[in-house]
């Protein structure tokens, strides 16, 4: 069971930046999909960004040009650099990983709330 630990969330006003880091504990962090996904009150999950095991990058279009994920593959670390946020990026943030079967597992959360 891999587990994954989420931090950096807060509380920012709007145009600041957040940057939220998760913690892979696998054995072979290389060959994993990453990804950031978040809910926002009443709303369903939704996609933000995902970075593959070659580094190829994938936004949503809501965040594009504003968030940069990349990873590190020393650390089993992935990041979502969030700059010129918007009320409307507050959710609970999750990350998310993929294995090269298509399994998907999820992090436990952290919540970014943007003040306007």
């Known amino acids: 069971q891999v587990q994954l630990v989420e931090s950096g969330g807060g509380l920012v006003q709007a145009g600041g930046s957040l940057r939220l880091s998760c913690a892979a504990s696998?054995?072979?962090?290389?060959?994993?999909?990453m990804g950031w996904y978040r809910q926002a009150p009443g709303k369903t999950r939704e996609f933000v960004a995902t970075?593959?095991?070659?580094?190829?990058?994938n936004y949503a279009d809501s965040v594009k040009g504003r968030f940069t994920i990349d990873r590190d593959n020393a650390k089993k670390a992935v990041n979502l650099q969030m700059n010129s946020l918007k009320p409307e990026d507050t959710a609970v943030y999750y990350c998310m990983i993929r294995s090269p079967s298509g399994r998907l597992q999820w992090g436990q959360g952290t919540q970014v709330t943007v003040s306007s």
């Open positions: 970075i593959t095991v070659d580094g190829t990058t």
């Open positions: 696998v054995s072979t962090f290389s060959i994993y999909t």
